[in-house]
């Protein structure tokens, strides 16, 4: 919202020496933000001043082009008093017309500098000025024509253009739709130079004698009073469609950002902005019968002033008349009632519009205006009847209008609810020491009515703050008055209890694990459709496309909330490396919801549900487990001078779940497994104690180009919540010994059914409590060992803690472990 600080001032006795700055200042302090402070004409330097056209000579060229050769009256601004020769290009002034003149030495804004310099045969000794070329708006067809009694030749011009006059541009907060009006902003104004309690003097502008209600001004019928609880309407007739709107109107509307367009919509636009009441004008000459306020009929079209014409839903109100919807209500006008150069009868409507159809009806169209702007955050349900007078009286003034005998307001405007507080509610809340009657003060200041009682205070909030509805509301209202500049600061308490839960430790520790491995951690939208779990190789029968649906999705593609954090991992992760990284290894931790088969059902809200009711509603919850889903892909380990690198794979997928399991004290067991979107050969099932609780490895090729991944990324998928629900509650440190450690080096030959995991965990079994590390270094199949077996090689390291182990201890651990080995798996040591 643009405000002149003139325009401010009107309404509002500011002290004398304010400045622009120092008034931003508390009306930010009060919630009205500054966006910037602008000047027009600013970079104008120089002598600008007014001059009188005496000669004008036309002269055609040989491009085409007809220049006229001016000769100018300056008075003695060009220091000889004799009339100033200037070439001018444009046509829409004469001889006698007073015009803005730059002379030689001036600046214009962007650093173009004037001089006197020869062209189409003249010297052209200054030049007179456009809109445009002053920076005061985009039109440069034609040059400025003063108004008489503007000011003599001469003169300096800056104060006949508005020019250095400064205009504050605020943003606007939604539940302050109030302060997108002049009327608003000087309210506030008034706030921020309060003498103790007392309000600067302000002037309402919606204040005026309305004439007598009698209906007479137009036929209007309500059809939803809910809707349209208010609205006026009045008629003028005669209007001069020529008459030009004044200099100072039109520039107050482009000083507020709106162009200019005609007188009859140039007074609607300037009153909307003074008071912040949108008001329509109708060429009332074609408008056919009484107007009819309801909703849109199914399959009803309008075409709206922008020119397109649009479905409407029946959930549109729309103004009408015999002819079919004329205008959506509240939002843009009817093309087919449109004011234009000839109408002379205006029909004036300003309404009161429910604020939730407002904004239902804007976003449904894609539509947005000033009008709809301010109607969707709720306008003084009082305004109807003082703007549509408003615009009458300007009509007649400006436009030579008569206004037609009668006025016309249908409905009456909600009441609004009594808010009960009690006096010391902003003190306690705030800290601040604020007494009673301070409280009761400054809500009488921002226009509220206040009642006092024995205890508490009955407070009815003004009818332009839709947005005060409870006590806390007028707290805040108290305390911005206040300042919040005021309110103490206190050191908070510190907290009881016992620090971070169990599950909060666990959770900061996995993150710390992940990171430490070069993971990355993203946060996805938990949502998902058919065309995401297609994307995955799901069948159709999966038990993940068993989903919770959402009853009002940011998507119609995604209308579930999802049962796997994988889609959104891989979609990241696709999406970086197509931005030109050369590896990513992400991680994400999150819920997921499993519906049960229960229905929900589904209660009242006028009392709290019995337990019985309560137990039905928690046993249709979904089930909600923590998950951890993990995306490697590209290279893991990045090239250099120090070498080659290597890309992810599924080993280092499953060393992730082992290095979160060795972390939190748990030893993961894994696997193989089919299960998509990880490739049949190289899926790893992981679990504890024979639980399974994830599935890492390869993911399947078809997923990774459903998802734009190289060949043979890894992804990982666990249940959190298990995996930590099985960590010990003290993880036990390290053991270290200071004895020597003993080598010992076994080569098994085995079925290639027979799994790694298998074979180490026979190992260990048999090894004992000797063995402290056991590692596979080698992996070999060839034509001497036989079709279908391989070679293992594992490390076996044994330590004592207490004493060297002899030569013989070891083998006997060895030949023990390989013995135990053998009578699982088969295996025979080479």
Wanted: aromatic share 6%.
């Amino acid at each position: 919202m643009k405000a002149p600080v003139s325009w401010i001032k009107e309404y509002v006795d500011l002290p004398a020496a304010v400045t622009t700055e120092d008034l931003t200042d508390r009306l930010t302090a009060l919630g009205l933000k500054l966006e910037g402070i602008h000047a027009a004409g600013q970079g104008i330097s120089g002598p600008l001043v007014i001059g009188r056209v005496l000669t004008m000579e036309p002269e055609p060229q040989r491009n085409g082009k007809t220049i006229n050769w001016c000769r100018v009256d300056v008075g003695s601004a060009n220091g000889t008093g004799e009339p100033q020769g200037i070439v001018c290009g444009a046509h829409n002034f004469a001889p006698g017309d007073l015009v803005v003149v730059v002379l030689p030495g001036g600046v214009l804004p962007g650093g173009f500098e004037i001089s006197a310099r020869k062209t189409y045969g003249h010297v052209s000794a200054g030049m007179i000025c456009s809109m445009q070329e002053l920076g005061l708006g985009a039109d440069h067809e034609g040059i400025i024509v003063l108004p008489e009694g503007a000011g003599e030749p001469g003169e300096p011009a800056f104060d006949a253009l508005g020019l250095g006059e400064e205009v504050i541009e605020f943003e606007i907060n939604p539940d302050r739709a109030y302060a997108l009006s002049l009327r608003g902003i000087a309210r506030e104004a008034a706030l921020a130079y309060a003498d103790g309690h007392d309000a600067a003097p302000f002037t309402d502008p919606a204040v005026r004698p309305l004439p007598e209600v009698d209906g007479r001004a137009w036929g209007v019928v309500v059809e939803d009073p809910a809707g349209c609880p208010v609205f006026a309407a009045r008629l003028v007739s005669g209007l001069d469609p020529t008459a030009p709107t004044p200099d100072w109107m039109r520039r107050r509307l482009e000083q507020s950002g709106i162009r200019s367009i005609s007188l009859a919509v140039d007074v609607t636009n300037y009153v909307m902005l003074e008071l912040g009441q949108p008001i329509h004008g109708y060429d009332a000459d074609k408008v056919a019968g009484d107007l009819h306020v309801r909703r849109a009929h199914e399959g009803e079209k309008l075409r709206t002033l922008d020119d397109v014409v649009r479905e409407l839903s029946t959930e549109d109100l729309v103004i009408a008349d015999d002819s079919g919807a004329i205008g959506l209500a509240g939002v843009m006008g009817g093309a087919t009632t449109e004011v234009s150069a000839t109408t002379t009868r205006v029909l004036v409507e300003a309404a009161h519009w429910d604020a939730t159809s407002m904004f239902r009806t804007g976003r449904r169209h894609k539509l947005t205006s000033e009008a709809g702007r301010r109607n969707e955050r709720g306008v003084d349900p009082l305004l109807p009847g003082p703007a549509a007078d408003r615009v009458v009286e300007l009509l007649v003034e400006l436009g030579g209008a008569t206004a037609e005998p009668g006025f016309t307001l249908v409905g009456e405007a909600p009441a609004r609810p009594v808010i009960t507080m009690a006096p010391e509610l902003p003190a306690r809340i705030s800290g601040i020491d604020i007494a009673a009657d301070a409280s009761v003060a400054h809500l009488e200041a921002i226009g509220a009515t206040v009642s006092v009682g024995d205890q508490d205070l009955e407070v009815t909030p003004p009818s332009w703050r839709p947005d005060l509805n409870d006590p806390y509301d007028l707290v805040e209202e108290v305390v911005r008055i206040v300042g919040y500049t005021e309110v103490p600061s206190v050191l908070p308490r510190r907290a009881t209890g016992r620090g971070l839960t169990r599950e909060q430790k666990l959770r900061r520790r996995i993150g710390r694990t992940l990171a430490g491995a070069g993971l990355v951690e993203v946060v996805s939208f938990p949502f998902v459709g058919e065309a995401t779990f297609d994307a995955l190789g799901l069948p159709a029968d999966d038990v993940l496309r068993h989903t919770v649906g959402i009853a009002n999705p940011l998507s119609n593609e995604a209308p579930a909330y999802t049962t796997t954090l994988l889609p959104g991992l891989l979609e990241a992760a696709g999406r970086n490396l197509g931005r030109g990284q050369e590896g990513v290894a992400l991680f994400e931790t999150g819920t997921v919801a499993f519906p049960t088969d229960q229905a929900a059902p589904i209660y009242g809200v006028d009392r709290r549900p019995t337990e019985e009711e309560l137990q039905k509603l928690l046993e249709a919850l979904p089930r909600q487990p923590l998950f951890l889903g993990v995306v490697l892909a590209g290279e893991r380990e990045r090239s250099g001078w120090w070498g080659e690198g290597r890309a992810a794979g599924w080993a280092d997928a499953i060393e992730v779940v082992r290095r979160l399991g060795a972390e939190l004290g748990v030893a993961v067991e894994v696997a193989a497994a089919s299960r998509m979107p990880w490739h049949p050969g190289r899926c790893a099932q992981v679990s504890i104690d024979g639980e399974k609780f994830g599935h890492a490895g390869e993911l399947h090729p078809t997923v990774c180009k459903s998802f734009g991944l190289p060949a043979r990324s890894a992804a990982v998928e666990i249940d959190l919540d298990f995996l930590m629900s099985r960590a010990p509650a003290v993880v036990p440190g390290p053991v270290f010994s200071t004895m020597p450690v003993a080598k010992e080096d076994v080569a098994l030959l085995v079925d290639d059914s027979v799994t790694v995991a298998e074979v180490e965990a026979a190992l260990r079994e048999g090894a004992g409590d000797l063995l402290e590390t056991i590692r596979l270094f080698d992996v070999y199949a060839g034509e001497q060992l036989g079709e279908g077996k391989k070679s293992l090689a594992f490390a076996l390291r044994f330590r004592a803690p207490d004493r060297t182990l002899t030569a013989e201890e070891a083998n006997a651990a060895r030949d023990a472990a390989v013995a135990r080995a053998a009578e699982i798996t088969g295996a025979v040591q080479r």
